[in-house]
């Protein structure tokens, strides 16, 4: 399945087509996807549903960045 069909969850790094930003999904709470910004851990908003927000990297290409940068 390519990134383009999945649908976004926790620890994606999304772009929000209605808030025109983009985030890291942190939780999904009712469906109700919880998103922060990506420079910034205290700046969250939320998204009522998956289909706006487009996977920009994925949660295990994130963490594959990280591990090569020594984070």
């Known amino acids: ?8 969850w926790v620890g994606d790094q999304v772009w929000d087509e209605d808030a025109d930003k983009e985030g890291i999904v942190t939780d999904v709470k009712g469906g109700t ?18 289909e706006r927000l487009k996977i920009t990297i994925t949660r295990e290409e994130r963490l594959r960045q990280r591990k090569e940068l020594g984070w």
Do not use: H, K, N
């Open 33 to 50: 996807f919880v998103l922060r910004e990506v420079y910034a851990q205290a700046l969250t908003w939320t998204a009522p549903s998956p």
């Open 1 to 8: 399945m390519s990134d383009e069909q999945r649908t976004a």
